[in-house]
């Protein structure tokens, strides 16, 4: 089965511009989670989504972040405008039922320059 | 969520089990114990997970002492593709905003030596 799928694997931008992360989650799967890793701090909850619908926000840091998810089979994490401290690996993760195990996709690393 | 505490690193020889230790001593009655691992640029996977009884999947073996203060994930036969941070968290049980998200701490970084 496939697992969860991100792209881009990399992305490189310039400051300012606007910048979508893509997420397929498994088949089945009702909850999607998207984190943010840095060295700093470690991995963090963005945002969550239950059936297509976003649950809890709190864990985005700004209002430059916002994420959607239109269907079951796809959600977007986008910053607009980007700023260099948002560089970091994105990750999103999907889980049957909210207190299942959350399987991760394999990020998405991002540079603003 | 109960507060973790693992060694930074661990060796482990290739063929040989591996037996990574996790405190969590302030663990609560309805709380999980998880393992994950994160090989070096990908996504964090999961290895395992249990409340109070020893669990055993097709990766590994948990085992969870009886006050339920600390675990340890053993890896029977640890390979060179095994070489991973592992971390372990505690997690609430149930149904409810506070208990979805997973909270990583610093891991114990297995090298699988040959």
């Known amino acids: 089965d496939a697992g969860v799928i991100q792209s881009p694997r990399h992305e490189v931008t310039e400051m300012g511009q606007e910048v979508t992360l893509r997420c397929k989650p498994i088949s089945g799967h009702d909850y999607l989670f998207w984190y943010r890793q840095t060295m700093m701090r470690g991995l963090e909850l963005l945002i969550y989504f239950n059936n297509n619908v976003p649950i809890d926000d709190s864990g985005m840091p700004e209002d430059r972040f916002s994420a959607k998810m239109p269907n079951a089979s796809f959600s977007t994490l986008k910053i607009q405008p980007s700023e260099p401290r948002d560089s970091a690996v994105y990750f999103c993760a999907s889980s049957l039922g909210g207190d299942q195990p959350q399987h991760f996709g394999d990020g998405t690393r991002l540079s603003i320059l | 969520d109960a507060k973790t505490t693992q060694p930074t690193s661990m060796d482990c020889a290739e063929g040989r089990a591996a037996n990574l230790p996790c405190n969590h001593s302030?663990?609560?009655?309805?709380?999980?114990v998880y393992w994950y691992r994160q090989i070096h640029s990908q996504g964090p996977q999961y290895i395992i997970h249990?409340?109070?009884n020893n669990e055993t999947n097709e990766m590994a073996s948990l085992i969870i002492t009886e006050d339920r203060k600390s675990s340890t994930l053993i890896l029977p036969h640890a390979t060179l593709r095994d070489t991973a941070v592992y971390y372990c968290?505690?997690?609430?049980?149930?149904?409810?905003?506070?208990?979805?998200?997973?909270?990583f701490g610093k891991g114990t970084k297995l090298s699988v030596i040959p």
């Open positions: 249990g409340l109070k």
């Open positions: 968290i505690v997690r609430v049980a149930g149904i409810g905003a506070g208990s979805y998200q997973l909270t």
């Open positions: 302030t663990i609560s009655g309805n709380e999980y």
